[in-house]
């Protein structure tokens, strides 16, 4: 997937699931008191919220790996 095809994807609101290295990982959306969010985690943890799509990118490491880098596997 290209950072294209996840800012898409996060702009259509629509929900991810894939495996890295054995574990599975959950990206989805909702609304608080703040405003939008987007939830990402391992599955059946619980999800770190970020308010947008470069946060994410950003900010969230998968095994000492930039989500962003990741990207390219999924």
Do not use: C, Q, S, W
């Amino acid at each position: 997937m290209t950072t294209d095809d996840f800012h898409f994807m996060v702009a259509v609101k629509k929900p991810l699931e894939f495996t890295h290295r054995g574990k599975t990982y959950n990206l989805t959306y909702g609304t608080d008191e703040k405003g939008d969010y987007i939830a990402f985690g391992r599955l059946y943890d619980t999800p770190v919220r970020y308010r947008d799509a470069g946060e994410l990118l950003n900010d969230v490491k998968i095994e000492n790996h930039f989500f962003r880098e990741v990207l390219a596997d999924i």
